[in-house]
C-alpha cells in the first residue's frame, strides 16, 4: 500500500512539472511572438478548433477555385498535425516570406511557382517558354504543354517560422495562412476585427522538444493544449 502512495505522488509530482513546464514554455512562445513586428495578438488552439479548420480545408479543398482549378492548402492541414498551434494576427509591418509558399501543380508537374531568389527570378524572366505574373509567381509554358488536359492544382505549402526556433522546448516549427472560412472563423473565435484586409492570421505548429532526464535535473515536456 505504500509502495502504490509512492508511486501515485511521484506520479502527481512529475504531471505538475510537466504542466509548469508547458506553461512556461507557451509562455516564452508568446513573449517571443508578440515582440516580432507586425504580430499584434496571439490566441492558442484547442482540438476543436483544429476539427473546425480540417473541416473547413475540406470543404475548400472540394469546391476548388472555379476556373483557376483545385485548392489544396498542404501548409495548413500540416501545422494542425503539431504538438502545439497558435494563430497570430498580423498587420503589413510584418515580415515578407523568404521562401516560396504557393506553387501550381498539373499530374504531379510544377506548372507555375512563386519564386523568391532574386538572381533566379532575373533569369527566368529572361527564358522562352516562361511568363512572370505579378511580383514573382512564374509560370513554365513548356511544362503545360506536357501535362495538356488534366486539371491543375494550386498548393500551398508550410513555411519555416524562424522567430521562436531558437526557444529551446521548441522543435519543428512550421507556419501556413488559412484562407477564406478559416480565417474568418479564426478573427471570430479571438475577438479580432475581421473587417480590415490588412489584417492576416498566421498558424504556427511545434512539437515539444523532449529532454533528458539527467540534463539539469529537468523532466520531459509533455501534455496538450
Known amino acids: 500500500m505504500l509502495g502504490l502512495i509512492l508511486i501515485q505522488l511521484d506520479f502527481d509530482m512529475h504531471t505538475r512539472n510537466c504542466c509548469c513546464d508547458l506553461e512556461k514554455c507557451k509562455a516564452s ?10 504580430i499584434l495578438d496571439v490566441g492558442w488552439i484547442d482540438d476543436n478548433d483544429r476539427k473546425t479548420l480540417r473541416q473547413f480545408e475540406e470543404e475548400l479543398q472540394e469546391r476548388g477555385l472555379g476556373g483557376l482549378g483545385k485548392y489544396f492548402n498542404e501548409g495548413v492541414l500540416t501545422v494542425l498535425d503539431r504538438e502545439m498551434v497558435c494563430v497570430v494576427l498580423n498587420n503589413n509591418d510584418f515580415r515578407h516570406a523568404t521562401e516560396p509558399c504557393l506553387s501550381w501543380v498539373m499530374g504531379g508537374v510544377v506548372i507555375g511557382e512563386e519564386v523568391c531568389d532574386q538572381e533566379r527570378l532575373e533569369s527566368l524572366k529572361r527564358s522562352e517558354g516562361v511568363k512572370v ?12 504543354k506536357k501535362t495538356a488536359g488534366q486539371r491543375p492544382v494550386f498548393v500551398f505549402r508550410a513555411l519555416c517560422f524562424p522567430e521562436i526556433d531558437g526557444i529551446p522546448c521548441v522543435e519543428g516549427v512550421l507556419s501556413a495562412s488559412p484562407f477564406g472560412s478559416g480565417d474568418l472563423y479564426l478573427k471570430e473565435r479571438f475577438g479580432w476585427e475581421a473587417g480590415k484586409p490588412e489584417l492576416g492570421t498566421i498558424l504556427i505548429g511545434f512539437n515539444l522538444a523532449r529532454i533528458s532526464a539527467g540534463r539539469k535535473g529537468q523532466g520531459n515536456l509533455t501534455g496538450s493544449q
Open 29 to 38: 512562445v508568446e513573449k517571443a511572438l508578440r515582440d516580432t513586428k507586425g
Open 133 to 144: 505574373i505579378g511580383k514573382n509567381f512564374v509560370i513554365f509554358f513548356d511544362r503545360i
